[in-house]
């Protein structure tokens, strides 16, 4: 009998466990679809704390992260194409995913929307990434970005005709390329979002500035409900 007790004691102390366990569970996917709930995910701090969930339970600690592994991945591809310098890109993250940011001055020709040689090749490489699950759901906002230095063309009267018409120019070789159209979009901003001050505070200007807001930003990212809780 006493055995008895005591194997039964053991029993009951399993089931407490897996109990504790599986209230554990429950909770962290509540955690997770109220977090995809909100409005706004930054998904770069979804995955850190999704990691460190897992690291805490004792699961993989070096499970996918696609933000992060995306972030890499696009670096290596940068580093892999000398022809365009690396203090003209910048791939980094906002809230919801990666950002990529091209300086005009090696992604198109002076004054147009053409695309420059270099410019072609990396996108060209950009896309192949694009089409491995999960990216091949992600979705790709092309930006087009000025300095606030007037342009008045006959095929651009204004930043906006500019800043808009590369971003479109963008966007139609990645549709060439095979890229999804419903996945694309293209926005122009002019000077209205810069990266850093186009003048000193005496209003003189600032050559490096300007250029650095001379640019391109490709935003790729998933819609909150393509997130794998």
Do not use: C
Not at 47 to 58: D, K, L, M, T, Y
Not at 175 to 199: W, Y
């Amino acid at each position: 009998m006493a055995r008895r007790r005591k194997e039964e004691s053991g029993s009951d102390d399993s089931e407490d466990w897996m109990t504790t366990y599986a209230d554990a569970i429950t909770l962290l996917m509540a955690f997770f679809v109220m977090l995809v709930s909100f409005s706004k995910v930054d998904l770069k701090v979804f995955e850190e704390v999704q990691a460190g969930i897992e690291e805490a339970i004792g699961g993989n600690v070096d499970s996918e992260r696609p933000i992060f592994t995306l972030q890499a991945n696009i670096s290596q591809i940068m580093d892999a194409t000398p022809d365009i310098p690396p203090e003209d890109v910048d791939v980094g993250f906002d809230d919801n995913g990666v950002v990529i940011d091209f300086g005009s001055g090696s992604f198109f020709k002076p004054g147009t929307a053409e695309l420059t040689e270099a410019a072609t090749k990396v996108l060209g490489r950009i896309k192949r990434e694009l089409e491995e699950p999960p990216y091949d759901l992600f979705e790709i906002d092309v930006e087009g970005h000025t300095d606030n230095d007037p342009v008045n063309t006959p095929r651009f009267p204004s930043n906006w005709e500019l800043s808009a018409g590369r971003a479109a120019t963008v966007v139609r070789y990645l549709i060439d390329l095979g890229a999804p159209s419903d996945r694309l979009k293209a926005s122009g901003f002019a000077e209205t979002r810069p990266k850093f001050p186009n003048e000193d505070v005496l209003g003189n200007p600032l050559p490096e500035n300007k250029k650095k807001n001379r640019r391109v930003s490709i935003r790729l990212y998933p819609k909150p409900q393509d997130i794998a809780l």
